[in-house]
């Protein structure tokens, strides 16, 4: 029910989006987000836009995880 | 598809896994309160993953699978009137009422139809000005604005064929109803999208008042496991807080303009979840500044008392006490085809997850 799936913005029209899902493209509402702009990557659910994909963060956590297992991998050679 | 691949990378599965395996020393229970999560949980295998220390459980996350059995019966009884037609999302459909399912009634040529969004609900009300649309409001924050939107678009143009029936609730309420119940929970892995619109503010009081600590988490296999490693990190040096993994698409205020929409259209009541009974403000009624287009107030209707069904144990699955394995009608009796309990019914049901991923492979 809580599922939402993220899609790439191809046009938008007044409210409206179409939103491209893994291909299959979809109307979908932004009366629900605001400053979506075309090639923005946003969430779906039920046929409204609820949030935008931030790329920074996702960057952000992948990059964290890997300084974290860097910083480790430090720690057990400093053991040593 | 756009930060999924990356969410999937096996190295970092591995990596995860084993930081995880560094850190467990002790026995924690942690529960995700998120059908996704559940249905991803199982699906990506996760619990194979994690050392026998780190117990996962599955809590109330899946709206159809807490909705009161009385709600389709009162959707099934809309249904046989001529003049109504339901409009529903197809999670419904199958759900077993007392003595009937919204999939019986069509099969009886009640007019019911399946909507992806509530949008859809209204364009079948605007081509139908002489039928009520009755238009079943279920699921969390997630899903409430939607209908809250819905409602107020049926306001603006002035429609007036267009009804909701809402079991709409919030998740916190039943986060605390837990832990006030007795159930050791260690910690939450929070819904990631419930929270896409909340923001994280709504389970501060978890780790204030209680002590568990909270994750807000995505939904593939390196964000589960990054979120149990946050767990079991704040388990381990005792800082209890609510942290944000899935922060690509949650943020801490959350979207202010759903919650808004929500707000105006909705207010909070006491309801009734299965498994818990009544939970004091954890529903959500309509309005009375939109009370023209609740269903329950504008279409009275006789709704046929509520038999429960025997044998399930749905209501101790979706409170973390009992898993599905622990239900003689598991696997035999209740499958994914003949189910019996909604928790079988709902792809983001426990038993459901469970018996797609563990039986059908």
């Given at each position: 029910?809580?599922?939402?799936?993220?899609?790439?913005?191809?046009?938008?029209?007044?409210?409206?989006?179409?939103?491209?899902?893994?291909?299959?493209?979809?109307?979908?509402?932004?009366?629900?987000?605001?400053?979506?702009?075309?090639?923005?990557?946003?969430?779906?659910?039920?046929?409204?836009?609820?949030?935008?994909?931030?790329?920074?963060?996702?960057?952000?956590?992948?990059?964290?995880?890997?300084?974290?297992?860097?910083?480790?991998?430090?720690?057990?050679?400093?053991?040593? | 598809?756009?930060?999924?691949d990356e969410f999937r990378n096996k190295d970092l599965v591995k990596k995860l896994v084993q930081k995880i395996e560094d850190i467990a020393d002790r026995n924690v229970s942690l529960m995700e309160v998120c059908g996704g999560h559940t249905w991803a949980i199982q699906k990506f295998g996760i619990p194979s993953l994690l050392p026998d220390q780190v117990n996962l459980m599955s809590g109330p996350g899946?709206?159809?699978?807490?909705?009161?059995?009385?709600?389709?019966?009162?959707?099934?009884?809309?249904?046989?009137?001529?003049?109504?037609?339901?409009?529903?999302?197809?999670?419904l459909i199958r759900v077993p009422g007392s003595s009937s399912s919204l999939e019986k009634e069509i099969s009886k040529g009640n007019d019911v139809r399946i909507v992806y969004s509530v949008l859809d609900a209204l364009d079948i009300a605007r081509n139908n000005p002489d039928k009520k649309i009755v238009f079943l409001g279920i699921g969390f924050e997630t899903t409430v604005p939607g209908t809250a939107?819905?409602?107020?678009?049926?306001?603006?143009?002035?429609?007036?064929?267009?009804?909701?029936?809402?079991?709409?609730?919030?998740?916190?309420?039943?986060?605390?109803?837990?832990?006030?119940?007795?159930?050791?929970?260690?910690?939450?892995?929070?819904?990631?999208?419930?929270?896409?619109?909340?923001?994280?503010?709504?389970?501060?009081?978890?780790?204030?008042?209680?002590?568990?600590?909270?994750?807000?988490?995505?939904?593939?296999?390196?964000?589960?496991?990054?979120?149990?490693?946050?767990?079991?990190?704040?388990?381990?040096?005792?800082?209890?807080?609510?942290?944000?993994?899935?922060?690509?698409?949650?943020?801490?205020?959350?979207?202010?303009?759903?919650?808004?929409?929500?707000?105006?259209?909705?207010?909070?009541?006491?309801?009734?979840?299965?498994?818990?009974?009544?939970?004091?403000?954890?529903?959500?009624?309509?309005?009375?500044?939109?009370?023209?287009?609740?269903?329950?107030?504008?279409?009275?209707?006789?709704?046929?008392?509520?038999?429960?069904?025997?044998?399930?144990?749905?209501?101790?699955?979706?409170?973390?006490?009992?898993?599905?394995?622990?239900?003689?009608?598991?696997?035999?009796?209740?499958?994914?085809?003949?189910?019996?309990?909604?928790?079988?019914?709902?792809?983001?049901?426990?038993?459901?997850?469970?018996?797609?991923?563990?039986?059908?492979?």
């Amino acid at each position: 029910m809580c599922l939402s799936i993220p899609g790439k913005v191809k046009s938008i029209d007044g409210d409206k989006a179409i939103v491209s899902v893994g291909g299959t493209e979809y109307e979908t509402s932004l009366q629900l987000l605001e400053d979506v702009k075309v090639d923005d990557y946003v969430l779906v659910h039920t046929g409204f836009a609820i949030q935008k994909l931030d790329e920074e963060e996702a960057l952000e956590t992948l990059r964290l995880f890997n300084e974290l297992e860097e910083s480790n991998s430090q720690d057990v050679s400093d053991n040593k | 598809m756009k930060y999924i691949d990356e969410f999937r990378n096996k190295d970092l599965v591995k990596k995860l896994v084993q930081k995880i395996e560094d850190i467990a020393d002790r026995n924690v229970s942690l529960m995700e309160v998120c059908g996704g999560h559940t249905w991803a949980i199982q699906k990506f295998g996760i619990p194979s993953l994690l050392p026998d220390q780190v117990n996962l459980m599955s809590g109330p996350g899946c709206p159809v699978c807490v909705t009161s059995k009385r709600f389709i019966d009162q959707a099934v009884a809309y249904s046989r009137s001529d003049d109504v037609i339901i409009t529903t999302f197809g999670d419904l459909i199958r759900v077993p009422g007392s003595s009937s399912s919204l999939e019986k009634e069509i099969s009886k040529g009640n007019d019911v139809r399946i909507v992806y969004s509530v949008l859809d609900a209204l364009d079948i009300a605007r081509n139908n000005p002489d039928k009520k649309i009755v238009f079943l409001g279920i699921g969390f924050e997630t899903t409430v604005p939607g209908t809250a939107q819905g409602i107020k678009n049926a306001a603006a143009e002035n429609i007036k064929n267009f009804f909701v029936l809402s079991s709409h609730k919030i998740m916190p309420p039943a986060m605390g109803a837990l832990i006030d119940e007795g159930v050791r929970i260690d910690g939450y892995i929070a819904p990631g999208h419930v929270s896409t619109i909340t923001g994280s503010g709504i389970y501060q009081n978890i780790p204030e008042k209680y002590g568990v600590g909270c994750v807000i988490s995505g939904f593939e296999p390196v964000d589960i496991l990054q979120s149990v490693y946050m767990l079991l990190k704040q388990i381990k040096e005792k800082r209890f807080s609510v942290e944000i993994q899935y922060s690509r698409v949650v943020k801490p205020e959350g979207n202010t303009i759903a919650l808004k929409t929500m707000e105006e259209v909705f207010t909070l009541r006491d309801d009734w979840w299965r498994g818990f009974g009544i939970i004091p403000k954890s529903g959500l009624g309509i309005a009375e500044k939109y009370k023209l287009f609740d269903a329950e107030k504008m279409i009275p209707v006789d709704v046929e008392e509520t038999i429960e069904e025997k044998g399930c144990i749905c209501g101790e699955i979706l409170k973390g006490l009992k898993k599905p394995h622990d239900c003689k009608l598991f696997g035999k009796i209740c499958t994914s085809t003949n189910p019996v309990g909604a928790c079988m019914v709902s792809h983001e049901g426990a038993c459901n997850a469970y018996f797609r991923f563990s039986f059908e492979g």
